[in-house]
């Protein structure tokens, strides 16, 4: 009877199947709900706080304006007095190392806490984008599914990739783009053909809901571009890549910068978001349009309507407003002022380029749109994800050949001076390389010296087979170090060292000396060299057993490292940064 229920029931892969539409369709329901409270709130402040204080007429008014960015970061205070720790800042990298490095449970309180905290910085004008936490909302809502589920941490991890799927593509009605988002990303361009599975009907869901409510607009337009002549403008558009590029590593460095510094500054923690709304305020009085996402703007630039020398400042005024805006504090992503700035790069390059050829050029609308995919490829480092963004916007093949020219070269430039993308810079100054895993990171930050055991049988070089044989004979192991009269190691002896001469007479064998027959190319380890190094040696060697010295000059051997005592360790590591993890999210409930 069980094995014939069990015929009817659906396989694994059909389960994540409908797991993954499930997720897909919350997705893009969140994004709706996410995005209509963006706008309310904006028609709110902006809009009628502005007319309210008269900042639509001009004037002496316009001094009011850094009123409105500073009341949406008031009301941020008592979000994150509740939930400190958890409002503030840009939290795409916490995302990442929830995901990657540790066990990927994700709060549900973390859908709300992004949804409302985001909507207040982004809809009272301050300097951020939706597109980052609609990725966290989107994969904690497949973390919540997933835990539901009950389900490993391998597909736990897919599934929240598939909700981060999920919401890049109902925000930008680019459902390709959403699934190379979540692979270069939040999978940091690891995953498999099931996986990927699991990302497409994601964000194919997630697109059928958002275009169902909105239709089938995306958060702006591009027009219709084509390459005039394409051996001048393919060298003009390498040169703008290669511009690109710096920008994007002065780009990283600022906003580091900024935050690094507003964390050292000796202010109440509530008060500096209002510092960095107040700036943001000052510069809109001059430039309104580094307020917000900046997508009305970007509109104007797409349609060739900017001028080059405030297109030229608003590159350097957007930086700053967006580093102020996370670095004080403020919530909120990178993703859209990256576009923004990326467009109004284009734009400037791309109006100068048209004035002096004003015959072999496209106008600089096309310039800055191909602008926008290469600011976010040499930003994020993941071209794919910015090629397959502008490629499903414009729907144009002519234009596609200059953005995937101009992604590949700002990211290669942008890497060329800058390793970290954006949203890794923290994990390298930890010393940790998160494109290596969990299981690399655990690995590396385990030492030799806790898994080795410190009885050691040793033998001298100077006696005979038989007194190794008597050793062997207690089974005690099968690899023995060799050390001198000093007590220093020499070599190593192994079992099969001594069937080489076991065919031979006994008095011919007594005639031999450990010396003569143990291996002296000895690979060692030291009781600080880590777990992840000695594990590449067992692969590499296909052995079992090294030894450990006190040190590569003094070979005093202290221990032996078995293969499986490095593994138990591991898995105790796992098991108890798990527990850990788990007690951490317990107290935090009790509070």
């Not at 963006?38 to 004037?59: K, N, P, T, W, Y």
């Not at 096309?366 to 071209?383: C, D, E, M, R, S």
Request: hydrophobic residues 50%; glycine residues 12%; charged residues 15%.
């Amino acid at each position: 009877m069980r094995k014939s229920l069990s015929n009817f029931l659906p396989g694994e892969n059909t389960r994540m199947m409908l797991i993954a539409t499930f997720i897909g369709l919350c997705a893009g329901l969140l994004t709706i709900i996410f995005r209509s409270l963006v706008d309310a709130i904006h028609a709110l402040v902006i809009e009628g706080g502005g007319s309210l204080l008269g900042i639509d007429r001009g004037g002496w008014h316009l001094l009011l304006l850094p009123l409105l960015p500073m009341a949406g970061m008031i009301l941020l205070i008592p979000l994150s007095l509740l939930f400190p720790g958890e409002v503030n800042g840009y939290g795409l990298p916490t995302f990442l190392r929830k995901v990657n490095l540790e066990n990927g449970i994700i709060r549900f309180r973390t859908i709300v806490i992004k949804i409302i905290a985001t909507a207040l910085t982004i809809g009272t004008g301050n300097s951020a984008g939706v597109e980052g936490p609609i990725a966290q909302i989107g994969g904690a809502m497949g973390s919540q599914v997933g835990q539901i589920s009950r389900v490993s941490g391998n597909r736990l991890k897919v599934y929240i990739a598939a909700g981060s799927a999920g919401g890049i593509a109902g925000m930008f009605n680019a459902p390709i783009a959403g699934i190379f988002f979540a692979a270069e990303i939040v999978l940091l361009g690891t995953y498999e053909i099931s996986s990927f599975a699991a990302l497409v009907i994601a964000s194919a869901m997630a697109t059928v809901v958002t275009r169902g409510w909105y239709g089938e607009m995306s958060v702006f337009t591009i027009p219709h571009y084509t390459v005039v002549n394409y051996l001048v403008e393919i060298p003009l558009y390498a040169l703008m890549a290669v511009l690109v590029g710096l920008a994007a590593v002065l780009f990283i460095r600022v906003f580091y910068a900024v935050r690094d510094r507003y964390r050292a500054i000796a202010l109440h923690p509530q008060l500096k978001p209002l510092t960095g709304a107040l700036l943001v305020g000052v510069i809109a009085i001059f430039f309104p349009q580094v307020m917000g996402d900046g997508y009305g703007y970007m509109e104007d630039v797409l349609h060739s309507k900017g001028i080059a020398w405030v297109m030229l400042a608003l590159v350097l005024l957007k930086i700053l407003a967006t580093s102020v805006t996370l670095g004080s504090g403020g919530a909120g992503g990178v993703f859209a002022p990256s576009l923004f700035i990326g467009a109004v790069l284009g734009g400037a390059f791309g109006s100068v380029a048209h004035k002096i050829l004003p015959g072999l050029t496209a106008g600089s609308g096309a310039y800055a749109a191909v602008g926008i995919g290469a600011f976010l490829a040499a930003t994020t480092h993941a071209p794919m994800t910015a090629i397959f963004l502008l490629f499903e916007m414009t729907g144009n093949y002519q234009i596609i050949i200059p953005i995937m020219v101009t992604s590949i070269i700002g990211t290669v430039v942008a890497g060329r001076f800058c390793e970290d993308s954006i949203d890794t810079v923290d994990f390298s100054r930890e010393g940790i390389n998160i494109h290596e895993g969990r299981e690399t990171v655990i690995m590396k930050s385990l030492k030799v010296g806790a898994a080795i055991r410190d009885e050691v049988d040793y033998i001298s070089e100077d006696a005979n087979i038989s007194e190794l044989l008597k050793i062997f004979s207690m089974g005690k192991g099968f690899y023995f170090p060799v050390i001198d009269s000093s007590g220093k190691m020499t070599g190593i002896v192994s079992l099969q060292d001594v069937k080489n001469i076991l065919h031979r007479e006994e008095k011919e064998r007594i005639a031999y000396k450990v010396g003569g027959i143990c291996n002296r190319n000895v690979i060692m380890l030291t009781p600080d060299d880590s777990l992840f190094t000695a594990m590449q040696l067992f692969d590499i060697k296909g052995i079992d057993e090294i030894p450990v010295v006190e040190s590569l000059s003094e070979r005093w051997v202290v221990g032996m490292l078995k293969r499986s005592d490095a593994l138990d360790l591991y898995k105790r590591e796992v098991l108890r940064r798990g527990i850990s993890a788990k007690a951490g999210t317990m107290g935090r409930d009790s509070r």
